[in-house]
């Protein structure tokens, strides 16, 4: 049974050492415990609510490696199956920003012999809002593809679009194990390499796949982002890893990889895209100048840094409890995002204080949110439904949203700070 009470499961509970790092095997330190957590994408109905599974939802970093992640979490099989929800192309603006990435990829690493062709892997195809750029009756239909996506959900709809898919875990596959794979030129992960517990098993692959001068192209939230923006919604059990310059680093050079590049992007609250290549930086260079710089103006004492966070964290889910119970009027939800399991179960807001989230994904729509238990209804109902009071969920996409509901009078609520 859901429990709705508010800081009942936000107990603070911090500096146990009795976790190993998943990179570097050194013991972790907890610095947040968001209390039980269902798994976050598992929108459910009814009849499920007495089978629902709940983790403890602590964060750790490691003092060797810097890499933030979470403790224990449901098997793989349990979040990424054919009842996964979640689908790229729900935002415009990310189909978008993927249709960019496949221009940029065609710009600069077309090969200049025309007798080579060209090669990409993409590890999380998902629906394939990538990927389709490069399915044969598009302009990038020359290039060998292929999309790694355990999740049978989202698969079907990637093969629909002519999506080549391979259904076995990145990290798991047996590579040359499906045909002689060769060598990759291109290699796209957007917010999956940071799902993946496994986080050896994915390098150990990448290195062998990825061309002597390949290019491994990984965007993943930026943990410096979400401190800043106290985006405490994005620690969940799919969310293995928080990734700082710095911890990228130290995990690359295990691997003799190295930053080539990288760019601060807006998408999913504030990412970063890396350009991975084999070897180790050039430290004398310019660019490894300017990473290096980054990483110590911005991540400088991660350790009190977090330490500090986790208890900021739980002062903010108070204030957030504190503003949402003084609305006057009721509220309904806007967006059913993964991130709406960690906000509704830490604040302990159920369709008592939320009476229900709309939302345009067909899968979700009459369903429950994970734990919290507030309906999803469709999208279809918003503009009729007068409720002036609107929790912004889905505050990642807030530009996306305000240019579609332009004109309407709303308050809305968004759960962070700094945007
Ligand atoms: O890392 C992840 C990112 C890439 O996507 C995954 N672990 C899971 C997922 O995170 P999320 O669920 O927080 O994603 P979004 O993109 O913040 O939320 C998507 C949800 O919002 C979908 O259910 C669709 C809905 N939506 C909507 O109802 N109206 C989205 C948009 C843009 C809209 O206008
Ligand atoms: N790249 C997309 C999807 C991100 S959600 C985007 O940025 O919108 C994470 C995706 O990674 C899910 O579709 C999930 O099924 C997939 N995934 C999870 N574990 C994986 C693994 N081990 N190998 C490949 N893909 C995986
Ligand atoms: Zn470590």
Request: aromatic residues 12%.
């Amino acid at each position: 049974m859901a429990m709705w009470f508010p800081g009942d499961k936000a107990t603070l509970c911090k500096g146990g050492h009795d976790m190993i790092c998943r990179v570097c095997k050194a013991k972790c330190v907890q610095f947040l415990d968001l209390g039980k957590q269902p798994i976050a994408n598992n929108f459910l109905t009814k009849a499920q609510f007495k089978d629902e599974l709940f983790y403890d939802l602590t964060i750790y970093y490691c003092p060797e490696c810097l890499t933030c992640q979470v403790g224990k979490i449901p098997k793989m099989s349990e979040v990424f199956n054919d009842g996964y929800s979640f689908y790229t192309g729900t935002s415009e603006y990310m189909t978008r920003h993927f249709e960019d990435l496949a221009l940029l990829i065609k710009d600069r690493y077309t090969p200049a012999d025309p007798e080579h062709r060209p090669v990409i892997v993409e590890i999380g195809a998902n629906d394939g809002t990538f990927l389709q750029h490069f399915s044969q009756d598009r302009p990038l239909g020359h290039w060998l593809t292929m999309g790694f996506e355990p999740s049978g959900s989202v698969a079907k709809v990637a093969k629909e679009r002519g999506v080549r898919i391979c259904e076995t875990p990145f990290e798991k596959c047996e590579f040359p194990g499906i045909g002689n794979w060769p060598k990759t030129d291109v290699i796209v992960s957007a917010n999956t390499f940071a799902h993946i517990p496994d986080r050896l098993g994915v390098l150990k692959n990448i290195k062998k796949i990825l061309a002597a001068d390949g290019v491994w192209i990984n965007e993943e939230p930026y943990l410096g982002k979400l401190i800043e923006r106290f985006a405490f919604d994005q620690f969940y059990n799919e969310h293995v890893f928080y990734t700082s310059i710095t911890s990228m680093i130290r995990t690359l050079s295990m691997f003799d990889l190295y930053i080539d590049s990288l760019e601060f992007i807006e998408t999913h609250g504030g990412s970063i895209r890396y350009f991975i290549k084999h070897g180790a930086e050039d430290t004398g260079g310019s660019l490894a100048y300017v990473i290096r710089s980054l990483s110590l103006t911005f991540e400088m004492y991660p350790e009190d840094r977090l330490m500090t966070f986790g208890d900021l964290v739980q002062t903010r889910i108070t204030t957030l409890q504190n503003e949402i119970r003084n609305v006057r009027g009721p509220i309904i939800g806007y967006g059913a995002p993964a991130k709406m399991s960690t906000i509704t179960n830490a604040c302990g807001f159920g369709p008592d204080v939320i009476k229900k989230v709309y939302d345009t994904t067909p899968s979700k729509i009459g369903k429950f949110s994970p734990g919290s238990h507030i309906p999803v209804v469709s999208y279809d109902g918003f503009k009729k439904d007068r409720t002036k009071n609107v929790f912004l969920f889905i505050w990642n996409h807030k530009e996306e949203v305000m240019k579609k509901e332009a004109g309407s009078k709303r308050n809305w609520i968004t759960p962070v700070i700094n945007m």
